[in-house]
Nanobody, 122 residues
């Protein structure tokens, strides 16, 4: 089970930190995705936990940071320099990945999803 928290409204240029409480053993893939109204879901930060390999799309690179607090079993997404186009519902996800040595960068790598938390940037 995954439970997100930390969403809210912020002005452009501001920051937000999203948290996702996880449980059980650490999955191979952990990630954050977002979906805006009328748009497809997209990955914004993903992590292959075995080697902490992370991937960010160009749209958030340098502004978003994914990390994992092992002591608290929490996945974190630090979002800085937020833009109005970052407005969306944000989801954390966990999964075993697909294929040989998956990069964990695609939705198909994930089987468990949180309920989402809304981020609004104005």
């Amino acid at each position: 089970q995954l439970v997100e928290s930390g969403g809210g409204s912020v002005q452009a240029g501001g920051s937000l930190t999203l948290s996702c409480a996880t449980s059980g053993s650490t999955p191979y893939c952990l990630g954050w995705f977002r979906q805006a109204p009328g748009k497809e879901r997209e990955a914004v930060a993903t992590m292959r936990t075995v080697d902490s390999f992370t991937v960010y799309p160009d749209s958030v690179k340098g502004r978003f940071t994914i990390s994992k607090d092992n002591a608290k079993n929490t996945l974190i997404l630090q979002m800085d320099s937020l833009k109005p186009e970052d407005t969306a519902m944000y989801f954390c996800a966990a999964g075993a990945g697909i294929g040989y040595t998956p990069a964990c960068r695609e939705s198909r790598d994930y089987s468990t999803w949180g309920q989402g938390t809304q981020v609004t940037v104005s």
